[in-house]
T-cell receptor, first 111, second 112 residues
Framework: GQQVMQIPQYQHVQEGEDFTTYCNSS?????IQWYKQRPGGHPVFLIQ?????EVKKQKRLTFQFGEAKKNSSLHITATQTTDVGTYFC???????????FGRGTSLIVHP | DAGITQSPRHKVTETGTPVTLRCHQT?????MYWYRQDPGHGLRLIHY???????DKGEVSDGYSVSRSKTEDFLLTLESATSSQTSVYFC???????????FGPGTRLTVT
C-alpha cells in the first residue's frame, strides 16, 4: 500500500510556542487529508489539500501541500492547551483512492 | 457529528472466542471502513466496503472478516480472537474514497 512517513512522532511545546508536523511520501499524491484526534476521542477531519503548492488556513492552523505533491505540513501558531491531541495525515495516490493514514504526531502542550 | 454508532463500546473476551463488532450509519454513505488503532501504529485499515455485499481487504485483514448486507450496517468479525487483536477499533464512512471520512466513537476490545 501507499507509504507515508509522518514526523515527529511526539512534540512537547510550551503554551504559546509554534508547532509543525510533516507528512512525507515517496510517490506523487492525488490528495492529502488532515485529521485531529483528542485524547480518548475519535479522529475528526480538518481539511483536504488537492492542488500543488496549495496553502489553506483555519484560524491558527496553516496547511501546505508541496509543489511536487509528495509532502505536506500542518503548522499551528501560538499553541493553546486545546490543541492537545494527535494529528494524522491521510494520503491517496493515483493507484488507489482509499487513503492511507500516517502514524500521527502527538502534540503535548505544557501550560 | 455524523450519524455513526458502534456497538459494543467496550468488550472483554477470551482467546479463541468469536467476536462481532457493529457499525451503523444513518448518512447513507457508500463507503464504510474498519480500522484498528494501536500505540505507535496510527490507524490501520482492516477492511472496507464500497457498497452492499462489496468489500475488500485492507492492510491488516488477516484474522478478520466483514459483511455488509445493508447500506447502513458494516460488521467486523473476529472468528477466533487472539491477544494480538486487543485494540481500539474505529469505523468510518465517506461518500467517496477521496472524500473526508467521518469516524465512529470506537470500540475498545480486550482479548485475555
Amino acid at each position: 500500500g501507499q507509504q507515508v512517513m509522518q514526523i515527529p512522532q511526539y512534540q512537547h511545546v510550551q503554551e504559546g510556542e509554534d508547532f509543525t508536523t510533516y507528512c512525507n511520501s515517496s510517490t506523487t499524491l492525488s490528495n492529502i487529508q488532515w485529521y485531529k484526534q483528542r485524547p480518548g476521542g475519535h479522529p475528526v477531519f480538518l481539511i483536504q489539500l488537492v492542488k500543488s503548492g496549495e496553502v489553506k488556513k483555519q484560524k491558527r492552523l496553516t496547511f501546505q501541500f508541496g509543489e511536487a505533491k509528495k509532502n505536506s505540513s500542518l503548522h499551528i501558531t501560538a499553541t493553546q492547551t486545546t490543541d492537545v491531541g494527535t494529528y494524522f495525515c491521510a494520503v491517496a495516490s493515483g493507484g488507489s483512492y482509499i487513503p492511507t493514514f500516517g502514524r500521527g504526531t502527538s502534540l503535548i502542550v505544557h501550560p | 457529528d455524523a450519524g455513526i454508532t458502534q456497538s459494543p463500546r467496550h468488550k472483554v473476551t477470551e482467546t479463541g472466542t468469536p467476536v462481532t463488532l457493529r457499525c451503523h450509519q444513518t448518512e447513507n454513505h457508500r463507503y464504510m471502513y474498519w480500522y484498528r488503532q494501536d500505540p505507535g501504529h496510527g490507524l490501520r485499515l482492516i477492511h472496507y466496503s464500497y457498497g452492499v455485499k462489496d468489500t475488500d481487504k485492507g492492510e491488516v485483514s488477516d484474522g478478520y472478516s466483514v459483511s455488509r448486507s445493508k447500506t447502513e450496517d458494516f460488521l467486523l468479525t473476529l472468528e477466533s480472537a487472539t491477544s494480538s487483536q486487543t485494540s481500539v477499533y474505529f469505523c468510518a464512512i465517506s461518500e467517496q474514497p477521496s472524500y473526508e471520512q467521518y469516524f465512529g466513537p470506537g470500540t475498545r476490545l480486550t482479548v485475555t
